[in-house]
């Protein structure tokens, strides 16, 4: 009980939600950059923790960097999805960004980091999202079937979508 003094503040703990960020690299046609983590089974995207102080967007943007070597310059949130804490796993918010259609020779020059990352490939969507997890995958596949990914055969955006 308060005796009035207005310094006195009250107790109360602010909620921690871990935050992790991943990047949907494309190619073109249709093509998807996955990556095969060392430290879990299945098949990812470019991402992970966003650190202390971090925005997802940078943390995207590192992750990536890290993992494979890229440097993603745009990126937009397609996907946001919160995963309910179990037991053994915290849960907490995924965010997910498109970082657009890059060219191969840009897809050419990815170099893995061999101590988290122990393959990369760059498949068609429907070969690609049967290998991802199924976190990974919903967030995936219903960020790909908005009108805002899609893409002709040859890379480029279809007429009439606004990017």
């Known amino acids: 009980m308060s005796d009035g003094n ?3 503040l009250p107790a109360f703990v602010l909620p921690t939600i871990p935050a992790s960020a991943g990047a949907l690299v494309r190619g073109r046609k249709g093509r998807l950059l996955i990556l095969k983590p060392t430290y879990k089974g299945g098949w990812t995207i470019p991402g992970g923790i966003v650190e202390i102080g971090e925005s997802p967007w940078d943390a995207c943007r590192r992750e990536t960097r890290e993992e494979c070597g890229l440097d993603v310059t745009t990126g937009r ?3 946001v999805d919160f995963l309910r804490p179990r037991p053994g796993r915290p849960g907490g918010m995924r965010f997910l960004f498109d970082c657009g259609v890059l060219d191969d020779a840009v897809l050419g020059t ?3 980091q061999p101590v988290e990352i122990a393959e990369s490939r760059i498949l068609p969507i429907d070969t690609a999202l049967p290998l991802l997890s199924g976190p990974v995958r919903r967030r995936v596949r219903a960020a790909w079937k908005t009108k ?3 893409y002709l055969e040859d890379g ?3 007429p009439g979508i606004r990017r």
């Open 6 to 8: 207005a310094d006195e």
């Open 77 to 79: 949130l397609v996907c």
């Open 110 to 112: 990815v170099v893995i």
């Open 148 to 150: 805002r990914v899609r």
């Open 156 to 158: 480029r955006p279809v």
